[in-house]
């Protein structure tokens, strides 16, 4: 997988998150693969070797989490 550089991470999340409601950057997630809490502005994007855009979890590609992964903390 190669790591992709998005310049308006809002925009690129209002056009491909896969869930109603894209958050804001400055929301807070946890990844469920590395306990990991960050803002979700930190995500980084991979594209898989079949063309798809990946929104995954700010420690890739240690970590294996993608946006699915995440949950909002309470």
């Known amino acids: 997988m190669k790591e992709l550089a998005i310049e308006d991470k809002q925009k ?3 056009e491909n ?3 109603e409601d894209p958050p804001n950057l400055t929301d807070k ?3 469920i ?3 990991t ?3 979700v502005g930190d995500f980084k994007v991979f ?3 079949t063309g798809n855009e990946l929104i995954c979890c700010p420690k890739a590609p240690d970590c294996n989490g993608t946006v699915i ?3 909002r903390l309470l």
């Open 12 to 14: 690129f999340l209002q």
């Open 17 to 19: 998150y896969p869930f």
């Open 29 to 31: 997630r946890r990844c």
């Open 33 to 35: 693969h590395c306990d």
């Open 37 to 39: 809490v960050f803002y």
């Open 47 to 49: 594209k898989d070797n």
């Open 69 to 71: 992964d995440w949950f």
